[in-house]
C-alpha cells in the first residue's frame, strides 16, 4: 500500500467495482501517480485538515479502458490522476464545495447531483488540481439541467 500523502493511498483512488467487475487493469503510471500526489498536497490534505476528518474518495484515478467502460472520455482528469470525486461523512457536499472555491488552489471544481431535498450526503464533489495552469473553474451538475457555472444548491 503505497503513499501519495500522509492520509491518502494509491489503493484508495484505483479501487473500482466496475474495473473489479470487468476486470479493467487500473494502475498508474509514474506521471499519474506525481499528478495524484500533487493533488493530495494541495487540495485533499488541506481539506482534511480544515473539517478534521477523513476524506472519502469514490473515484479518483481511472484508466483509459475504465472511463470507456463508464461512459466518460479518456481524455477525463481522472486519467491524468489529476482528478478525485470526494465526500466527508457528516459534512454537506455543499459546504465542501463551497469551502474549496474559496479556500483552495484547484483547477475544476464541480458539485455533482447535489439536491438538497435529498440531504447533505447527496451527490458528490469532484476537484481536480494541475498546477500553476489551474483554472478555478467552478460547476455544478446534475442530470436534469447538465452542467452549469457556479455552484447552485437545487
Not at 54 to 67: D, E, I, K, Q, T
Not at 73 to 97: M, R, W
Request: aromatic fraction near 8%; charged fraction near 25%; glycine fraction near 6%.
Amino acid at each position: 500500500m503505497s503513499r501519495l500523502s500522509p492520509h491518502f493511498t494509491i489503493t484508495e483512488f484505483v479501487k473500482s467495482q466496475t474495473a473489479e467487475r470487468k476486470g479493467i487493469e487500473n494502475m498508474p503510471e509514474d506521471k499519474h501517480v506525481i499528478a495524484m500526489m500533487k493533488l493530495c498536497e494541495k487540495v485533499l490534505e488541506p481539506i482534511r485538515k480544515h473539517f478534521d476528518k477523513p476524506v472519502v474518495v469514490n473515484s479518483g484515478y481511472r484508466s483509459a479502458a475504465l472511463c470507456r467502460a463508464i461512459g466518460s472520455k479518456s481524455t477525463s482528469q481522472h486519467c491524468k490522476g489529476q482528478a478525485a470525486d470526494i465526500e466527508i461523512p457528516g459534512v454537506s457536499n455543499a459546504e465542501l464545495a463551497q469551502h474549496i472555491a474559496n479556500e483552495l488552489d484547484f483547477d475544476q471544481l464541480i458539485l455533482e447531483c447535489y439536491e438538497r431535498a435529498k440531504g447533505p450526503s447527496s451527490g458528490w464533489v469532484h476537484v481536480s488540481y494541475v498546477g500553476d495552469a489551474n483554472r478555478k473553474e467552478i460547476l455544478t451538475y446534475d442530470r436534469v439541467n447538465g452542467y452549469r457555472l457556479g455552484l447552485i444548491y437545487t
